[in-house]
């Protein structure tokens, strides 16, 4: 399908980074899932897991094609195309994106991670879209708590093995 990120272990190939997540946890890092008598941990994690992708992703990918529908318009369309970018924004990526972050940052300032005090997979999910709109520098985004949190993953030697090994993801 042409789908990015995929992986290939062994006889299997695997794309969607929540199923990829999943099975690499179950495989080979299950110490970054909650276990199954921790309940409210296990619910927080799965909730955030998939919270990346099914909510705050496609946010964001919105933004960057309402973003891109003008400068890619013919020219006489692009005033058209500029008004409707720009209504969009206005009344539902905008407003929607500070609500998620406003969410994000109310989660982090009471939690040091995503599943509580113990890093999971739930933060790997979700520092790819904190990353990216930190690094944009968009007008909406991370607030301090959830900047602290993604600087925090950063610093972290696993996260800078991983960027030698796969190199920047932006």
């Known amino acids: ?21 999943e099975y690499l946890v179950d495989k080979y890092g299950p110490e ?3 276990s199954a008598d921790d309940s409210a941990g296990r619910l927080q994690y799965t909730f955030w897991l998939h919270y990346a992708e099914g909510s705050l ?3 964001l990918v ?16 692009r005033p058209i195309a500029r008004g409707i970018s720009n209504s969009v924004h206005e009344h539902y990526i905008t407003p929607s994106l500070k609500k998620h972050f406003a969410f994000i940052e ?23 879209p904190i990353s990216a709109t930190a ?8 607030g ?7 600087q925090g993953i950063k610093e972290m030697e696993s996260y800078k093995k991983a960027l030698e090994k796969g190199g920047n993801f932006i």
Request: proline residues 9%; charged residues 20%; glycine residues 8%.
């Open 135 to 142: 690094r944009a520098g968009e007008l909406v985004g991370p």
């Open 57 to 59: 992703m496609p946010l």
């Open 62 to 77: 919105m933004k960057h094609i309402f973003g891109n529908v003008v400068t890619r318009s013919p020219f006489f369309i």
């Open 32 to 34: 970054l899932k909650p």
């Open 106 to 128: 109310a989660h982090l300032a009471k939690n040091k991670y995503f599943t509580g005090d113990k890093f999971s997979a739930a933060d790997i999910q979700m520092s790819f």
């Open 144 to 150: 301090p708590k959830t900047m602290e949190w993604i």
């Open 1 to 21: 399908m042409g789908k990015s990120p995929v992986i290939t272990d062994g006889p299997l190939t695997i794309a969607e980074s929540g199923a990829i997540i």
